[in-house]
């Protein structure tokens, strides 16, 4: 109980944080980040079990230090906290196109998706699409929240029983 409030604490001072504080362009190193997204879920249960997949192309990026990390953060931890427990093995696939004007994101795993019918509310504050874990109902929101602030995309691609994608278009502030 004291992990998920330390989780929901968290959540709404990150949200807080993407709403009141300016953009600070430094250069992103997103091995770094990635490893450091990992390490900080080690607590969830069955992290160790989600297989990573991470490819990063060559080249700068430029964007908000702060904001990537919780991008991140949030996707990721939704890989390990939905992950299908009837598939073996689970992964998180994490792909970066580093470009002149942005970088392409996707992160993708094989966990238990996310139905047709809910996808156009997965962005919601408090908005829940399952009851498999008890979780905020924040993450996403907080994701879509700090991708308009940095004047990027995201979409999604879901189908139940077979996993998630995420692809974002986040703009390289100094390309």
């Known amino acids: 109980r004291i992990m998920k409030l330390d989780g929901f604490i968290r959540d709404i001072l990150s949200h807080s944080k993407n709403l009141n504080t300016e953009i600070t362009v430094s250069k992103i190193n997103f091995p770094e980040v990635i490893e450091n997204c990992f390490a900080e879920l080690a607590y969830l249960e069955n992290s160790s079990r989600i297989e990573r997949n991470v490819k990063i192309s060559d080249g700068e990026f430029f964007n ?29 696939n994490i792909r970066v196109d580093i ?56 979409k999604v691609e879901s189908e139940s ?15």
Not at 122 to 145: A, C, H, N, P, R
Not at 168 to 175: I, K, T
Request: charged residues 25%.
């Open 64 to 92: 908000d230090q702060i904001r990537i990390y919780e991008i991140f953060r949030n996707l990721i931890s939704n890989s390990i906290k939905y992950m299908n427990p009837y598939v073996e093995p689970n992964y998180v």
């Open 99 to 154: 470009g002149r004007k942005n970088a392409k994101i996707t992160i993708e795993d094989n966990g238990i998706g996310i139905p047709e019918e809910m996808q156009p509310r997965i962005f919601e504050m408090f908005f829940k699409g399952s009851d498999k874990t008890d979780s905020s109902g924040i993450g996403l929101y907080i994701v879509q929240q700090a991708v308009k602030k940095l004047k990027g995309s995201i």
């Open 161 to 175: 029983n077979k996993g998630s994608k995420f692809i974002l278009v986040l703009p390289n502030l100094e390309g």
